[in-house]
């Protein structure tokens, strides 16, 4: 009796190991990196977020949720988390909507356009540190190109750093500033691969370009305006910190903390510079619940409101 003649799988559909432990050798580096860098540190912070830590004497005390609920009544805590509520609400929805208008305008076939997508794009290779001792320049208010315009040409000069309310301001356009060019590339991106018969279309039925844009061509951008919300969102909780550090140090002061210290602000502050580390891993493990708590609502309610096409 003839048997038929094995034949392996296409290349392309899945690999063959011989034997179920060479897969997790392959594995095993970059567990090892994950575990020792990410995994072990981030139990440890939680761990510690139930003591009393003093890190210069080495004592610890265990106090079970007592960080917890000292945070959470705390009113300096509270203006804290208000702030920053603010602060993400602002940079998110401007900073997108920016993007957004620059990334079309950048997308018209117009003379130069390679050029002004580049300058566009050139904030991006800025790191955040360089990026804040930039605008602390602008904004000095003695020596800054900005005081000195203003002066020259309102007789003003406003104490950019001093005034709580213009500290404000300034790190939330420098943040919207920073992650502009990041939005643009992806918008950019996805604006020079819309369907091209269908903005025609359109253009034929006379929708004028105010209506090809947010009846056509928005619709068509919501599976990266999904992502980019996200990511902004992560990063105005979490990349704030060093234009925080470098242009206020999180003052002026204001109420029952610095106006412009923002959660991880707070979280370094508690945790380097007063050395309550349990407080500081206690605001960790809050803005750890935090981040999957986003997530988890960008994944439940966010993908129903989103077109994919086909």
Known sequence: MLRPARTSPPAGDRAVFRGAALPWLFLLPTLLILAVFIYLPALRTLRLAAYHANVILGTERFVGLENFASLLQSPAYQQVALQTLIF???TVSLG?????????????PIRGARLYRLLLIYPYALSPAIAGTLWLFLFNPEIGVVNQLLGAAFHVRPRWLDDPFLAFALVTVAAIWKGLAYNIVFYLASIQNLPGDVMEAAQIDGATPAQTFWKVAFPLLTPITFFLVFTNLVSALFDSFALTDILTKGGPFYGNAGITTFLVYRLYEDGFVNFKTGAAAAQAALMLALVGFLSWMQFRTGEKRVHYGS
């Open 88 to 90: 993400t609400v602002l």
């Open 96 to 108: 997108l909507l920016l993007a957004l208008g620059l990334a079309w305008l950048a997308s018209r």
